[in-house]
């Protein structure tokens, strides 16, 4: 077996594994996970960010409850100690506003995918995956995209501001992924839709709703439709089922990390497997809480 397709064959299993733990596992099951990888978090980021180390010496224990919560601002702040790769924030910037003006594109210094949260919370925060890292994404990304099962052959119509290789990746397992400019015409967009043959369609509600006004000059069905980087309420998401005549996802992904997908009967959930979310007002429940913390099982970096 040579090694692209041990790759590939490695990704479908641990796709297969993300995808069954979003059904089968019970609340017991789920929680020892969480315990597994917040312990193995903790005990990485103490000995590899200069920043957890300073904590560790300072007196804390190394266990999550005793760690103090981070804020967007204070992340930004202390974001070259906080990391694990000893990366600059002001250097990552540059490059990530480099690719979204089109001056360079692909991996920083040949090893890492950055890219800049959307900023809807007022403050844009680089992310930053490693190689392996961005081998796990591309598996989480293919198991809770929400592309219908019996799709065989997706070919996705991805829309962004700028791509980053992180999502390129899912090209692995099999998805077909056209990436386009969303500041492109819709006009320009349907031409690409109809060269391609594309049946899903990814983007931000908004522009979704400008390629609906076009739906009648797509030539190709399209199967299933992906929501993402905007609030998507629930008059659009129906207009939008009705207008395609398919399927809708939705996916929120954060700086924070892959916080939810939508599941196969429709409704969105929190990926409880890949982030812990903890509501800080004690009492609360999670539908009116006021504050969250949400902690990344998965990425160090």
Known sequence: MNASVLDRFSRFLLARKIHQSFYTWD?????????QRLSKITQEISRRSPYYHRLRSQGWDGQLNNLPYLSKNEMIENFDEINTAGLHQADLFDFALSQEKREQTGLYRGRYSVGLSSGTSGTRL???????ERWQYSCLLFARSGIPEQIHQPRVLFLLRVNNPAFTEVCFLGVKMVYSDYTHPPEALVHL?????????????????????????????????????????????????????????????????????????????????????????????????????????????
């Open 126 to 132: 680089p992310t930053v995956l490693s190689p392996s």
């Open 193 to 301: 839709i109809n060269e391609k043959q594309l049946n899903v369609l990814a983007g931000p509600p908004s522009l979704l709703r400008l390629l609906a006004r076009l739906s009648d000059q797509i030539q190709s069905p399209i199967e299933a439709l992906i929501s993402y980087a905007e609030v998507l309420d629930d008059a659009t998401r129906v207009q939008l089922c009705v207008d395609f005549a398919a399927p809708l996802a939705q996916i929120y992904q954060g700086a924070e990390g892959f916080i939810a997908s939508t599941c196969r009967r429709g409704s969105l959930h929190l990926n409880e497997d890949v982030v812990y979310v903890e509501t800080l007002d004690a009492g609360d429940t999670m539908n009116n809480a006021r504050r969250l913390v949400v902690t990344d099982l998965f990425r160090t970096t």
């Open 27 to 35: 609340a017991a099951r789920l929680h020892r996970h969480q315990l």
